[in-house]
């Protein structure tokens, strides 16, 4: 998997998202471009909306440390802007991240330390719990730090665009959610399952993948708590509702700073317990395939042209 993840995949990915929830698409733009990179009903998805999508996914499954904000950080591109608006807003988003960096910087731990486990075949799941532990509490502190960053964005939008931006971030939540369910099942495989990608990727035969399924049913009991999905939803609900309207204060939405924190610390755990029940099952050489991968997730870095 490519870890440039460039503008141009996450209009297309959203594309089949957005298409497949049923919201409708915003009117066209100033410029006369449309807004919404909706995909028309029963449309069937290229081989590149596959591989957009699927990269998508897998970006969501390792990157949760900006929680919503990352989201919107996302969702601010394509939405049919002037050019001046187009370079106010990356400046926007450079700030955004900048400001998410101690959160990515506790991520980045996680991933090298589960890097190593890997490639060791041995996962010190208390290690991890603790660094997902640094990854919430940084979290935390995200949605203060960004709130006058979001508000700038805001202010340079036109209704239509804001909408448009409304339900790009509502295209991530849901796959970000979807990405990072509890469960693992053979049917999870057909929507961006990680068991079945990683069949592929490491060659895994029908008794691994089995048995990899067995041990992460059982771990997941033990996970510290679950996703509250409702608290999400709210969160995302009145995020929309606010950034709408023509006065809008990002300091005013309250469950902010825990949703992001929430967001981040299920994913990193779930991350990391995905992998301590894909472990004992590997062969060294499939071991040190995957911690490769696991670096370059760690080691990725959004450029002007990326996010």
């Given at each position: 998997?490519?870890?440039?993840?460039?503008?141009?995949?996450?209009?297309?990915?959203?594309?089949?998202?957005?298409?497949?929830?049923?919201?409708?698409?915003?009117?066209?733009?100033?410029?006369?471009?449309?807004?919404?990179?909706?995909?028309?009903?029963?449309?069937?998805?290229?081989?590149?909306?596959?591989?957009?999508?699927?990269?998508?996914?897998?970006?969501?499954?390792?990157?949760?440390?900006?929680?919503?904000?990352?989201?919107?950080?996302?969702?601010?591109?394509?939405?049919?802007?002037?050019?001046?608006?187009?370079?106010?807003?990356?400046?926007?988003?450079?700030?955004?991240?900048?400001?998410?960096?101690?959160?990515?910087?506790?991520?980045?731990?996680?991933?090298?330390?589960?890097?190593?486990?890997?490639?060791?075949?041995?996962?010190?799941?208390?290690?991890?719990?603790?660094?997902?532990?640094?990854?919430?509490?940084?979290?935390?502190?995200?949605?203060?730090?960004?709130?006058?960053?979001?508000?700038?964005?805001?202010?340079?939008?036109?209704?239509?665009?804001?909408?448009?931006?409304?339900?790009?971030?509502?295209?991530?939540?849901?796959?970000?959610?979807?990405?990072?369910?509890?469960?693992?099942?053979?049917?999870?495989?057909?929507?961006?399952?990680?068991?079945?990608?990683?069949?592929?990727?490491?060659?895994?035969?029908?008794?691994?993948?089995?048995?990899i399924r067995a041990?992460?049913?059982?771990?997941?009991?033990?996970?510290?708590?679950?996703?509250?999905?409702?608290?999400?939803?709210?969160?995302?609900?009145?995020?929309?509702?606010?950034?709408?309207?023509?006065?809008?204060?990002?300091?005013?939405?309250?469950?902010?700073?825990s949703v992001n924190?929430?967001?981040?610390?299920?994913?990193?755990?779930?991350?990391?317990?995905?992998?301590?029940?894909?472990?004992?099952?590997?062969?060294?050489?499939?071991?040190?395939?995957?911690?490769?991968?696991?670096?370059?997730?760690?080691?990725?870095?959004?450029?002007?042209?990326?996010?």
């Open positions: 998997m490519s870890m440039r993840w460039t503008l141009g995949l996450a209009p297309v990915a959203l594309a089949m998202m957005v298409g497949c929830s049923g919201n409708s698409a915003p009117a066209n733009s100033p410029g006369g471009s449309s807004t919404s990179d909706v995909a028309p009903a029963g449309t069937t998805p290229t081989d590149e909306q596959d591989e957009s999508m699927g990269d998508l996914v897998e970006h969501h499954q390792h990157h949760h440390h900006g929680g919503f904000a990352m989201f919107i950080a996302m969702s601010a591109e394509s939405l049919g802007t002037t050019p001046e608006q187009t370079a106010a807003i990356e400046k926007i988003r450079a700030d955004m991240h900048a400001k998410m960096m101690p959160a990515h910087d506790a991520e980045k731990k996680v991933l090298g330390i589960l890097a190593d486990d890997v490639a060791a075949g041995k996962i010190d799941q208390a290690q991890l719990d603790a660094a997902a532990s640094e990854v919430s509490k940084a979290a935390a502190g995200v949605h203060a730090a960004v709130a006058d960053a979001i508000n700038q964005l805001h202010s340079i939008l036109t209704p239509t665009q804001r909408a448009a931006l409304i339900t790009k971030v509502e295209a991530h939540f849901h796959v970000w959610h979807k990405a990072n369910s509890g469960d693992e099942s053979a049917e999870k495989d057909a929507r961006g399952g990680r068991v079945g990608k990683l069949a592929k990727e490491l060659n895994l035969s029908s008794d691994q993948v089995d048995k041990n992460f049913k059982a771990s997941s009991g033990a996970a510290p708590a679950q996703f509250d999905a409702a608290e999400a939803e709210a969160h995302l609900k009145a995020f929309g509702t606010a950034f709408a309207s023509e006065t809008f204060d990002s300091k005013t939405l309250t469950t902010g700073t924190s929430h967001v981040a610390s299920w994913g990193v755990t779930r991350m990391s317990r995905f992998y301590g029940a894909v472990v004992p099952v590997l062969t060294a050489e499939q071991r040190t395939k995957l911690a490769e991968s696991l670096r370059r997730h760690a080691n990725y870095k959004r450029t002007q042209n990326e996010t």
